[in-house]
């Protein structure tokens, strides 16, 4: 097999989040369910903007966020997703590659880089309210088949079965990966999103997941399950290695028959927003690393914890740092 | 008199300010001053962008700072600075008046909103690259005299002096102002700007401004004395009342014979930046809601304290609650 060039290739939704508080109250009288990720139109984004508090511009995107964190970790990392050519894609195309993240920004001419309004409520759970805008654009034509090849991993985000040609972008990324003898990871993103698309969900897992990240919620909605044990029995069959977050309650690696139950890390809890991507992001950096899956998810729970700590979803602090000292890497 | 319809109005450079982390070495490679406020042209705003971290964006200017904070502790706030029809000209004006500031933006059309690169090294310390952009454009004919006019308190920002115009600007709204019985408030910025016009500030302060704040550095810049006590021994024989922060050491309020001496409040400090600025905005509503010298310093203390306590220039907590909660309002 050819040397790999990167770690882990990430493509997704390129999205700038635009942060704020909100309380339980707003988001009802705005329709806005809490917890979840709802596709808007421009002009409802502009709506919403006219109604919410100050806010903060900080680079999102789900999968981009998790490359970020590998690229933080020392992990060799790179992206694919689209931005306009306008100041939001200059901040995303900035913030990624500052980062230390390969990223060969491939801009739409005109429109508008996507947003994603997000509300944090007291209890530091997030609404997030999502304007696709450039990223829609994301095509076949736009994965790079010697990147994708070069990845030992790529790392697909569920949003991506939301705009039509994305989802395209995203078979032919895995069948470019599996054909050069690379794994394929994916994040089911959110449960509503799941519940748009849960037969095509179920066929990918089956047929092109090696492996596989996704909340109690999101992976209870996949198989209908009433308990999260059973998908847990459900999942293991279907994919080689499954890491299923639980907020607090930590999280369980599954691989065939090992099995480990890996504790959350202690965290001072400001804004949850970030918490998968950045678990996706030490748990792929351990694993392309060559450590064991109970140290993956050590690795993870750590990354998960320092994104919640503070408000925004790209880590702050020196993830390397902070899993050398802990022995982790 | 007339009614007033802002308690404080503000007039300063609107600016979005771009915060990234970065080491001392940074600076010193880049010919930072560090903690100081560096004008830079948009070709070195350009090129710093493409060296420096990834970064938050947030809306930021001195002044606008301050009248943020004013309205977050239930004041009537206005504010007036000039931004371009571009998106961060769209943050700036959003989040001022989405924080209850009376804003009316008159865009300049072409050109860029200014923005304020802020380095925050690990000490907490911040280095500002200020390119002005389009808040050099504030003249004359931007002060509102109804506005003005009908504002208990105006307050300028001593930045004012760097773009030519604007310090039109700001003697216009002074004499209006003044006309109207109203009292006029200064912030002297930082050191560096005392330095580049002394002389002018020096007669300003003593024939235009009733309220002065200024910290230690710049006092000391503006009245060329070697210790704190030299300087304040001048500055109580030239205006009404003045506003002294000494960091950690907490501040000085003296208005003629009446001198109070008030502690910091205690804050796990993350990032000085609007540490000053919320100062002045917890002092000015104090005052403005008829509090004693001494109730207005503590309020302003706890908004320095609540500031430094994140990254940031704009409250984040509700100001109000917390100085409620404290007996203070």
């Known amino acids: 097999m050819k040397e790999t060039a990167f770690d882990v290739l990430g493509i997704g939704n390129?999205?700038?989040?635009?942060?704020?508080?909100?309380?339980?109250?707003?988001l009802t009288e705005n329709d806005i369910e809490k917890g979840a990720m709802t596709l808007i139109d421009a002009e409802a984004a502009n709506a919403l903007y006219g109604k919410i508090g100050p806010a903060v511009e900080v680079s999102g995107g789900s999968a981009a966020n998790t490359i970020a964190g590998v690229a933080t970790l020392g992990g060799r990392a790179a992206y694919i997703g689209k931005v306009a050519d306008d100041a939001l894609g200059n901040i995303f195309a900035h913030d990624i590659k500052a980062t230390g993240v390969h990223f060969e920004a491939t801009?739409?001419?005109?429109?508008?880089?996507?947003?994603?309004?997000?509300?944090?409520?007291?209890?530091?759970?997030?609404?997030?309210?999502?304007?696709?805008?450039?990223?829609?654009?994301?095509?076949?034509?736009?994965?790079?088949?010697?990147?994708?090849?070069?990845?030992?991993?790529?790392?697909?985000?569920?949003?991506?079965?939301?705009?039509?040609?994305?989802?395209?972008?995203?078979?032919?990324?895995?069948?470019?990966?599996?054909?050069?003898?690379?794994?394929?990871?994916?994040?089911?993103?959110?449960?509503?999103?799941?519940?748009?698309?849960?037969?095509?969900?179920?066929?990918?897992?089956?047929?092109?997941?090696?492996?596989?990240?996704?909340?109690?919620?999101?992976?209870?909605?996949?198989?209908?399950?009433?308990?999260?044990?059973?998908?847990?029995?459900?999942?293991?069959e279907k994919c080689s290695i499954a890491a299923l977050t639980r907020s607090a309650a930590g999280s369980i690696i599954v691989c065939g028959d090992e099995i480990h139950v890996i504790d959350a890390?202690?965290?001072?809890?400001?804004?949850?927003?970030?918490?998968?991507?950045?678990?996706?992001?030490?748990?792929?950096?351990?694993?392309?690393?060559?450590k064991d899956l109970k140290t993956a998810g050590q690795i993870a729970s750590l990354c998960a914890a320092e994104v919640i700590s503070h408000v925004g979803a790209r880590p702050e602090a020196d993830l390397k740092a902070l899993a050398k000292a802990k022995g982790l890497i």
Request: with cysteine; net charge negative.
């Open 107 to 236: 801009r739409q001419a005109g429109g508008d880089t996507g947003h994603c309004t997000i509300l944090v409520t007291p209890d530091a759970q997030r609404s997030m309210n999502t304007f696709l805008g450039a990223s829609t654009t994301l095509c076949a034509d736009d994965v790079a088949e010697d990147q994708v090849s070069a990845a030992k991993v790529i790392y697909l985000e569920g949003y991506l079965f939301d705009p039509p040609k994305a989802r395209e972008a995203f078979y032919k990324a895995a069948g470019i990966a599996h054909e050069a003898g690379r794994e394929v990871a994916l994040t089911l993103s959110d449960s509503f999103c799941v519940e748009r698309y849960r037969a095509e969900f179920q066929h990918l897992v089956e047929t092109e997941i090696d492996i596989l990240f996704a909340n109690e919620d999101e992976l209870m909605a996949l198989y209908q399950t009433t308990t999260f044990d059973d998908a847990l029995q459900i999942v293991r």
């Open 14 to 26: 390129a999205l700038v989040d635009v942060l704020a508080h909100a309380d339980d109250a707003f």
């Open 265 to 290: 890390d202690k965290a001072q809890v400001v804004d949850t927003t970030g918490a998968g991507d950045l678990y996706a992001a030490g748990f792929l950096y351990g694993y392309t690393a060559g």
